[in-house]
């Protein structure tokens, strides 16, 4: 697949709370008109749209063709306006940038890192979204147990080494579920993917053209 040349634009969308900042790589000649959302790591402990991991999973779906990648922070974040809001309020703000990307295309997949994948999974059968990807979801922390069934496919990716998320919860969870997703086991990963970060584009992008 020939390289597609992508133009960053910064907005301040109006959000539940105030101001959410966003970032959306556009690629004007993309053959495809999808979009891709990714959701970042827990705003009180630096989670950011800068996230390693996060532009990791932009780079994967840039890769892949898609014409619209956003990256954005949840309210508190950087430019974002408001407080952090147990997961409920971030809800609210990825709807706030789904729905601006809605003008354009209603081809929308999700994906979110640790913190950033349970607000994507919690959010995923509201918007009908397409795909959903969660890297490192903590299922310790948070109820995933509790989310609204959703029926897109799914691709989960887990570090064997995570520190943060203890890998055999994960697989664990994923046993008990009646829809389960597509899993990436990374032996050598720790919760921040140090040093894996290349191989884990290589494997989201491999993966998620499955999809496509």
């Not at 827990?42 to 989670?47: D, E, N, R, S, T």
């Not at 508190?76 to 601006?100: C, F, I, P, R």
């Not at 919690?122 to 979204?129: G, K, S």
């Not at 032996?187 to 290589?202: C, N, V």
Request: net charge negative; hydrophobic share 40%.
């Amino acid at each position: 697949m020939q390289a597609l040349n992508y133009q960053e634009n910064k907005h301040l969308l109006i959000g539940p709370a105030g101001n959410l900042e966003m970032v959306c790589e556009m690629a004007p000649e993309a053959q495809t008109n999808l979009a891709a959302i990714i959701c970042h790591p827990h705003p009180l402990f630096g989670g950011t749209l800068h996230n390693k991991v996060v532009t990791t999973l932009a780079k994967a779906y840039k890769d892949l063709g898609f014409k619209y990648v956003v990256r954005f922070n949840f309210r508190g974040v950087g430019q974002s306006v408001g407080d952090y809001a147990e997961g409920k309020g971030e809800q609210e703000d990825l709807l706030t940038v789904v729905n601006w990307i809605k003008q354009y295309t209603a081809d929308i997949w999700l994906a979110g890192f640790s913190f950033g994948s349970y607000v994507a999974a919690a959010t995923a059968a509201r918007v009908n979204c397409r795909h959903l990807t969660c890297i490192a979801p903590p299922v310790v922390n948070f109820d995933f147990t509790q989310l609204a069934p959703f029926s897109c496919p799914w691709l989960v990716v887990q570090g064997e080494q995570d520190e943060v998320v203890e890998a055999s919860q994960v697989f664990q969870w994923l046993e008990t579920l009646a829809h389960r997703p597509t899993v990436i086991r990374m032996p050598q990963a720790s919760h921040f993917f140090h040093g894996q970060l290349l191989e884990l584009r290589t494997q989201l992008s491999q993966t998620l053209n499955q999809y496509l």
